[in-house]
């Protein structure tokens, strides 16, 4: 299961990101309850989340709930894509500072 959800999750983050739709959290909360509103089928949320990107971070509270009232695995797969940080931003945190450069001294 977990290989499934890795595989799809790769498979987000692979799309282009030319496509995506720059919203704020508030429009992407009212777009997943107009999903739910019109009973949106778990594939056709995930697909409407792999086209968006987020202007501003998602908190941890915030996501479960968004997480919870998701339909399926498809779309709670989607969500976790979209609120993950960029890559190269984690590059940049787990980078270390290069340490200084020793003289050898005999």
């Not at 309850?33 to 949320?45: E, L, T, V």
């Not at 479960?64 to 979209?82: N, S």
Request: hydrophobic share 45%; proline share 6%.
């Amino acid at each position: 299961m977990r290989i499934g959800i890795v595989i799809a999750l790769a498979a987000v983050l692979a799309m282009p990101c030319y496509a995506a739709r720059r919203i704020t959290v508030e429009e992407f909360e009212q777009t997943l309850a107009s999903c739910k509103a019109a009973h949106q089928s778990d594939a056709s949320i995930a697909r409407q989340l792999s086209a968006m990107e987020l202007t501003e971070r998602l908190s941890s509270a915030r996501l479960e709930r968004l997480k919870a009232g998701l339909p399926g695995i498809k779309a709670r797969t989607a969500l976790l894509a979209l609120a993950a940080p960029r890559s190269s931003s984690i590059l940049r945190q787990r980078r270390s500072p290069t340490p200084p450069r020793r003289t050898l001294t005999r």
